[in-house]
């Protein structure tokens, strides 16, 4: 509430928010990782934008495929496993080996209370590369879901909107997967 006035949280917790979140949190791990070089014993803000990032990306997927946000709390959480379990029963395409692995490497560290430390060695940088690849991957498989689930309840699909918002989507994707360091 904002002075005792009841917010309207729908909007927020959309599909479509929690796939901008997903994508926004993506490309801040992907922007502050080639601006700093901190080793991961001095700061794992990386490692924890981009696991935030992909909880956002799955829940985007469950919000799409009709789990209210109450479920999402109450039993999925920032359980980066749970979401991805629920999201494959409800037809999320099976990832590919990569994205299974840097889903499962984060997933321990991404707790319900906090995020936790990922151990390193000294002077050791995050592997950032994975973790930006899992969570675009799994956003570029969620658009046509997000997007007929924004028209359901936002407002009338006309084919060129849909279709624009689709591009845009595969746009703003395309450009931050290609910002994603190879491995050497």
Same mark, same amino acid.
């Given at each position: 509430?904002?002075?005792?006035?009841?917010?309207? /949280?729908? $909007?927020?917790?959309?599909?479509?928010?929690?796939?901008?979140?997903? *994508?926004?949190?993506?490309?801040?791990?992907?922007?502050?990782? /080639?601006?700093?070089?901190?080793?991961?014993?001095?700061? %794992?803000?990386?490692? *924890?934008?981009?696991?935030?990032?992909?909880? !956002?990306?799955?829940?985007?997927? &469950? $919000?799409?495929?009709?789990?209210?946000?109450?479920?999402?709390?109450? $039993?999925?959480?920032?359980?980066?496993?749970? =979401?991805?379990?629920?999201?494959? =029963?409800?037809?999320?395409?099976?990832?590919?080996?990569?994205?299974?692995?840097?889903?499962?490497?984060?997933?321990? *560290? *991404? $707790?319900?209370?906090? !995020?936790?430390?990922?151990?390193?060695?000294?002077? /050791? !940088?995050? /592997? &950032?590369?994975?973790?930006?690849?899992?969570?675009?991957?799994?956003?570029?498989?969620?658009?046509?879901?997000?997007?007929?689930?924004? !028209?359901? +309840? +936002?407002?009338?699909?006309?084919?060129?909107?849909?279709?624009?918002?689709? %591009?845009?989507?595969?746009?703003?994707?395309?450009?931050?997967?290609?910002?994603?360091?190879?491995?050497?």
């Amino acid at each position: 509430m904002v002075t005792g006035i009841p917010v309207d /949280e729908s $909007r927020r917790t959309a599909a479509l928010a929690l796939w901008r979140y997903g *994508h926004d949190y993506l490309k801040a791990a992907q922007a502050l990782g /080639e601006q700093d070089r901190v080793a991961c014993n001095e700061s %794992q803000v990386l490692y *924890h934008l981009a696991a935030q990032g992909i909880e !956002f990306a799955l829940k985007s997927y &469950l $919000r799409a495929k009709g789990v209210p946000p109450a479920d999402l709390s109450a $039993r999925v959480r920032h359980s980066l496993l749970e =979401a991805l379990h629920e999201a494959l =029963a409800r037809g999320l395409s099976q990832p590919p080996v990569e994205v299974m692995r840097a889903i499962q490497f984060i997933a321990p *560290h *991404h $707790r319900n209370d906090q !995020f936790r430390y990922v151990g390193a060695l000294y002077g /050791e !940088f995050p /592997e &950032l590369a994975p973790l930006l690849t899992a969570g675009t991957w799994i956003l570029s498989q969620i658009v046509e879901e997000v997007v007929a689930d924004y !028209f359901a +309840y +936002y407002g009338r699909e006309s084919r060129l909107g849909g279709n624009d918002m689709r %591009q845009r989507m595969r746009a703003d994707l395309s450009w931050s997967a290609s910002k994603i360091p190879t491995p050497q």
